[in-house]
């Protein structure tokens, strides 16, 4: 199976800053990648996909990098709503599909 | 829009059965593949089980297997998990989602996911 990692895995960031958030996957995944972000008592939702395509209707402050097997999502400009859990999963390799154990973006 | 509503979580015995129902509307049932992700009380995802649009293929987690079946109603646009055997490592909110690409589509992430429905194994 592929293992996903994240780090850090809680980042704190003032509002107006910018937030990078890494994954790493055990083997090679092409960009066959998403990021999910989740806020506290929700589902989780779609962001980035094949590694740096954004989900519809998510801004633009949203950006995703990487392929094989280092990832970045990056939010510029953060702003109070950003402030949530994100998850990486690889859909490369499955079944089956893997998660990282997810990134606390918190308010510094 | 797309709309997906889990039901059928609820409080269950070690041992006993459970199963967890997934209302699809807003987008063609059966062209596309369903999943289910689940996720332990303060814990990260975890993926449960795939099925593709037919009903003919499944796959599951090995934590699952012989345990959880995943099935499908084309006709009620329904996903269905049949948990059986449940243990208290089983106790999570149970969440599905569509796989973004209708068929046999390369979009294998998912997208969106349903709000979930609690299911708690203890005695």
């Known amino acids: 199976d592929i293992v996903m990692t994240q780090s850090p895995a809680t980042l704190s960031v003032s509002p107006g800053e910018r937030a990078t958030l890494s994954c790493r996957a055990s083997?090679?995944?092409?960009?066959?990648l998403a990021w999910y972000q989740q806020k506290r008592g929700q589902a989780p939702r779609l962001l980035i996909h094949?590694?740096?395509t954004r989900a519809t209707g998510i801004p633009a402050r949203f950006s995703g990098s990487g392929s094989g097997t280092e990832f970045t999502l990056t939010i510029s400009s953060l702003q109070s709503e950003d402030f949530a859990v994100y998850y990486c999963?690889?859909?490369?390799?499955?079944?089956?599909?893997?998660f990282g154990q997810g990134t606390k973006l918190e308010i510094k | 829009e797309v709309q997906l509503v889990e039901t059928g979580g609820g409080l269950v015995q070690p041992g006993g059965s459970l199963r967890l129902s997934c209302a699809a509307s807003?987008?063609?049932?059966?062209?596309?593949?369903m999943t289910w992700v689940r996720q332990a009380p303060g814990r990260g995802l975890d993926w449960v089980s795939i099925?593709?649009?037919?009903?003919?293929?499944?796959y599951y987690a090995n934590s699952v297997k012989g345990r959880f079946t995943i099935s499908r109603d084309n006709a009620r646009n329904t996903l269905y998990l049949q948990m059986n055997s449940l243990r208290a490592e089983d106790t999570a909110i149970y969440y599905c989602?569509?796989?973004?690409?209708?068929?046999?589509?390369?979009?294998?992430?998912?997208?969106?996911w349903g709000q979930g429905t609690l299911v708690t194994v203890s005695s």
């Open positions: 999963q690889q859909y490369d390799n499955w079944p089956p599909y893997t």
């Open positions: 807003g987008f063609t049932f059966n062209t596309y593949g």
């Open positions: 094949d590694a740096s």
């Open positions: 099925i593709d649009p037919s009903g003919t293929y499944t």
């Open positions: 989602a569509k796989k973004a690409g209708a068929g046999s589509s390369s979009s294998r992430w998912f997208d969106p």
């Open positions: 083997q090679s995944v092409s960009s066959n």
